[in-house]
């Protein structure tokens, strides 16, 4: 099915530690975002991209870096992981014709 | 400072009745997109309606509608005879920048709890 697939579904890392979630479309979407979802705060935008080779930040991007591999990929890396980096993390993706933003299903990470 | 603002506390909702979200929201941008998302327990965003500040009319789709009052920077959703499917969490999200422009910010307010009781 066409659509967002983020990886991995499910994380636990140590404080300190290092990992790359992953987020594709094949929609041919020239924006991407990733955002952090906590209880009580809404989607906070952390990074997005307005096309490959570009990124900025967004409200949230203390602690995290983010890549445009291509028009499919946009990766998020956290590089030392912080038990405050816990949160349900979505990428999406965007083509302004057609007016709505897909979602991924969601990466849930804690950080013990 | 905030662009979308969702205010209410949680909402019960009697089913088959109608309910209203609130959103306002904050740009100086004169082209931009408003969006309604659903979010049930389980987690998925679900996509329900799109205003763009030069439609003319108010967004409708199916039971979902967005009353849009520009001047006052609102777009509220109208579920029309809840269902118990519609007890979810709602965002309201804005999308900043000429539609075809690549520069495309998008921000989501803090959302709004329905529960629907039969």
């Known amino acids: 099915n066409a659509g967002v697939t983020q990886t991995p579904k499910f994380q636990v890392l140590k404080t300190g530690q290092s990992m790359t979630l992953q987020c594709a479309q094949d929609?041919?979407?020239?924006?991407m975002y990733w955002y952090r979802q906590d209880p009580g705060m809404g989607l906070r935008l952390i990074y997005y991209s307005a096309s490959e080779g570009t990124t900025d930040k967004g409200e949230v991007p203390n602690g995290y870096n983010v890549s445009r591999l291509n028009k499919r990929e946009f990766s998020l890396r956290l590089e030392s992981a912080a038990p405050s980096q816990t949160s349900v993390y979505f990428c999406a993706s965007l083509v302004e014709r057609q007016l709505q933003a897909f979602f991924g299903q969601g990466t849930r990470l804690t950080v013990v | 400072a905030q662009k979308i603002t969702q205010t209410q506390p949680g909402m019960f909702v009697q089913e088959k009745e109608a309910v209203t979200l609130d959103c306002t929201y904050d740009t100086s941008d004169p082209s931009y997109g408003l969006f309604w998302y659903k979010q049930p327990s389980s987690g998925e965003m679900i996509f329900l309606i799109y205003?763009?500040?030069?439609?003319?009319q108010n967004a409708t789709e199916g039971r979902y509608s967005l009353n849009f009052q520009k001047a006052r920077k609102s777009a509220n959703l109208v579920i029309s005879a809840s269902q118990l499917g519609d007890s979810a969490m709602y965002f309201c999200?804005?999308?900043?920048?000429?539609?075809?422009?690549?520069?495309?910010?998008?921000?989501f307010g803090k959302g709004n709890q329905v529960v629907v009781i039969p």
């Open positions: 999200a804005m999308r900043e920048g000429p539609k075809g422009y690549g520069n495309n910010r998008l921000a």
């Open positions: 205003q763009g500040s030069y439609d003319q």
């Open positions: 929609m041919n979407h020239n924006s």
